[in-house]
């Protein structure tokens, strides 16, 4: 099984795309996480990669905090999602481990990944954040000021198909 695992904020939306739908910097900083803050343009990229590796998405963004599952493949379906089904899970929000320590989103990847029961056969991180810690190697870093581009596409989909033979 392929993963995705999806950030939404400067991934799915931009700095462009909200400041479009907000003028004032106030509002926007308090309902960043709404529908029309998806980029419909983005998710068709979404879409590009799911047809191109057949990839299962699990939502690590922060809008796992605000929206339920079934609310954000809702948010996706409503934008240009064609693969609602596809979204399988959330990752868990973890802080600190045992010794106190601070955990970041790689944290909270990888022990999803540690609990999921099925055989992941390769996964791809799609954040506009660094803080993927021993999985930066599977990250493709996205731009708040931009979100996902054409070239975040390829990159993601040579992640997620590595190893296998490119179909003629």
């Given at each position: 099984?392929?993963?995705?695992?999806?950030?939404?904020?400067?991934?799915?939306?931009?700095?462009?795309?909200?400041?479009?739908?907000?003028?004032?910097?106030?509002?926007?900083d308090?309902?960043?996480?709404r529908?029309?803050h998806?980029?419909?343009?983005?998710?068709?990229?979404?879409?590009?990669?799911?047809?191109?590796?057949g990839?299962?998405?699990?939502?690590?963004?922060?809008?796992?905090?605000?929206?339920?599952?079934?609310?954000?493949?809702?948010?996706?379906?409503?934008?240009?999602f064609?693969y609602?089904e596809?979204v399988?899970?959330?990752?868990?929000?973890?802080?600190?481990?045992?010794?106190?320590?601070?955990?970041?989103?790689?944290?909270?990847?990888?022990?999803?990944?540690?609990?999921?029961?099925?055989?992941?056969?390769?996964?791809?991180?799609?954040d506009?954040?660094?803080?993927?810690?021993?999985l930066?190697?599977?990250?493709v870093k996205?731009?708040?000021?931009?979100?996902?581009?054409?070239e975040?596409?390829?990159?993601a989909?040579?992640?997620?198909n590595?190893?296998?033979?490119?179909?003629?």
């Amino acid at each position: 099984m392929k993963v995705l695992f999806l950030d939404v904020d400067g991934v799915l939306n931009s700095y462009t795309l909200i400041h479009k739908v907000h003028t004032d910097k106030h509002a926007m900083d308090k309902e960043l996480w709404r529908e029309e803050h998806v980029d419909k343009l983005a998710v068709r990229r979404l879409n590009k990669i799911l047809e191109l590796t057949g990839a299962s998405v699990v939502v690590s963004s922060t809008w796992r905090k605000i929206h339920s599952l079934h609310e954000l493949r809702v948010i996706l379906q409503r934008r240009g999602f064609k693969y609602p089904e596809r979204v399988i899970d959330v990752t868990p929000e973890l802080w600190r481990d045992d010794a106190g320590n601070r955990l970041y989103r790689g944290h909270e990847i990888q022990a999803w990944l540690d609990g999921f029961p099925k055989d992941v056969t390769s996964f791809v991180i799609l954040d506009d954040d660094a803080d993927m810690v021993h999985l930066m190697p599977m990250l493709v870093k996205t731009s708040m000021e931009t979100g996902l581009l054409d070239e975040h596409v390829d990159a993601a989909v040579a992640i997620l198909n590595r190893g296998e033979k490119a179909s003629v």
